[in-house]
């Protein structure tokens, strides 16, 4: 979202005139006065999502990040950031608010962060992760907005399980296909169906912990730090995802211990054993989501183009095998 060290570069820098751009156009607009972004950096920029850091456009010369969302996901995020971060004792971005761009898009205005990132090597990074996601689950619970996000618990990825294999059969019969390559799909969806089959202890496992609110992509992309004498303050970003459910698929960054400590407080009936249990359900259901993002790329008719897609999924392929691995072996 910010910065350059720990990130991708921008895939484009405009410079000159820029009063034209949708994005300084909107940011002008939302904010009357605004000065003209001394360049813009196109950070995303596809055809039903873009963001844009406006360089020097902010009230006081500051870098202002303009994120064009469909309006389904903007209004998760602008449920998030004007009605649920506010309420709680964590780190966010400062939220500017937003403008309608017609009657499918939105834009979001928000602090553009800085240049560091979280890292899972470092264990200070993970147990303030820890603190940061144990607060937010821990206090969201109990607001009313955040119960009336979409599902974010188990239904919500036996979902993506069904829609990603539904997708690998109707794609199976490619001809581009190579046949170590439908061999990898078979297997795969020979797993999911064993996996679906062995659903209700997934969610048996999802009962010790009350629902609240996920966020749902919890990875080092969506994560900055921004360090400070009383030391690194965290702020977690793209909450397109965020739903209402037990929180297992945000925990499989964070120092699991130190997220039981804040959390036992307000759930002293939750144990670690069950914080461990519905980190290793989290490890699932991230890899069932990858899989539904991944599986439509099986419908390229050339084997250049299916490369990339059939790279993935032998990776959440193996993942996934590992995940319902602990699972099972966790008391």
């Known amino acids: 979202m910010s910065g350059t060290v720990g990130r991708k570069p921008p895939r484009a820098v405009l410079w000159g005139k820029l009063a034209w751009h949708p994005a300084a156009a909107a940011w002008s607009a939302f904010a009357a006065g605004a000065a003209e972004p001394e360049r813009i950096e196109v950070l995303r920029n596809g055809k039903k999502a873009g963001t844009y850091r406006l360089v020097g456009a902010g009230p006081a010369g500051e870098s202002i990040i303009a994120q064009r969302s469909p309006v389904a996901r903007a209004l998760i995020e602008r449920a998030v950031y004007e009605r649920i ?125 009350p629902p609240t609110l996920t966020h749902g992509d919890i990875q080092r992309k969506n994560i900055y730090v921004r360090s400070g004498p009383s030391g690194p303050a965290l702020f977690l970003i793209d909450w397109e995802t965020a739903g209402w459910g037990v929180p297992a698929a945000d925990l499989t960054l964070v120092d699991l211990p130190t997220y039981w400590s804040v959390v036992r407080p307000r759930w002293p009936h939750v144990r670690l054993e069950d914080v461990r249990r519905l980190a290793a359900v989290g490890r699932v259901f991230l890899q069932l989501a990858g899989i539904r993002w991944v599986s439509p790329e099986l419908a390229y008719d050339q084997a250049l183009y299916l490369t990339r897609p059939i790279a993935w999924l032998r990776v959440l392929h193996e993942r996934l095998a590992d995940a319902v691995r602990e699972l099972e072996a966790l008391p």
């Open 85 to 209: 971060l506010p309420r709680l004792a964590v780190t966010a971005p400062h939220y500017y608010g937003s403008r309608e761009d017609g009657r499918d898009f939105v834009w979001l205005f928000l602090e553009d962060l800085g240049d560091e990132r979280f890292s899972k090597t470092d264990p200070v990074h993970a147990e303030h992760a820890a603190r940061w996601v144990g607060t937010m689950h821990s206090g969201a619970a109990w607001i009313s907005a955040a119960r009336q996000l979409p599902d974010g618990g188990p239904l919500r990825y036996r979902d993506h399980l069904r829609a990603g294999r539904h997708t690998i059969r109707v794609h199976i019969a490619n001809p581009a296909l190579t046949p170590p390559d439908v061999d990898l799909l078979e297997r795969l969806v020979t797993d999911l169906d064993a996996l679906e089959r062995r659903w209700a202890g997934i969610e048996d496992a999802c009962t010790s912990t």
